[in-house]
C-alpha cells in the first residue's frame, strides 16, 4: 500500500527551504559560473543547503537547464558541481561558462604531481611553485616547455621561464575562479574539489613522466 504522507520532491521543492532566499541565488550563480562548491568557509552554507535539497536541485538544473548537478569526495571531502549532460551542452548563457584553457590544465597537472605524488605537501606559495618546476624538474623542463607552447599556440623557442611563470600565475587564479583552490596573493590552499583533475585525467597524471618525457623528444 502507498505512503500517503510521502511529501513528492518536485524542481522547485527546495524553494520551501528557510535558506533558499538567502543562499539560492549565490548558489545559482557559482554553479553557473563553474564553480565547485565544498564545506570550506562561507561555502559551507551553500553546500548544506545544496545538500538538504539535492534531488530537488538535481531536477530543476536537469529540466530547465540541461545540465546534471553532480558530486565528487565524500564526507567531509565532497563537492558539488554542474556537468553537461552526455547528449547536450545545456541551457547555460557562453559568457556564464568557465573553461580551463589546454595550459592551466597542464599546470593542474604539474600542482597535483608536486603535492600528491612528490609530497610536496607543504607547498602553499605561487612563487615557491614556480620555483619547483624550473629548478627541481629540471629533467622535464624542456617537454614541459613543448607542451605548454603548443597549448598555447607558441613556437618552442617562444616558451621561456618567465612565459611559463605567467602561464602558472594565471592558473592559479583560473582555479580559484572555480573553486580548486583558496588563492590570496602568494599563498594558496588546495581545496577537496581539486581532485577532480585526476577524476578527469587519469590516464595523463597517472603517466605524467612518462608523457611530459616523450614530449621532450618529439
Known sequence: MADNNTTEITPWSFLADSGAENYFAKVDYALKNGRHIQQWKEQAFWFR??????????QYYRNYFGVSLEHGGEANEKYYYL???PD???NI???????LQNEFVIVGFMLYK????????????????????????EEFKEGLFRVLAKAKSLKITQMTEGKM?????NAMKAFEKIGWIELQEDNFEVLPSFQRLPKLYADYINNIDEWIKTEATK
Request: aromatic fraction near 14%; charged fraction near 25%; glycine fraction near 2%.
Open 83 to 85: 556537468d553537461f549532460m
Open 88 to 90: 547536450s551542452r545545456g
Open 114 to 137: 608536486a603535492i600528491f605524488i612528490d609530497n610536496y605537501i607543504e607547498l602553499s606559495s605561487v612563487k615557491a611553485f614556480q620555483r619547483i618546476l624550473r629548478q627541481d624538474y
Open 49 to 58: 543547503f545544496i545538500a538538504n535539497n539535492e534531488e530537488s536541485i538535481k
Open 93 to 99: 548563457p557562453v559568457d556564464n561558462r568557465h573553461f
Open 165 to 169: 611563470d605567467s602561464t602558472v600565475a
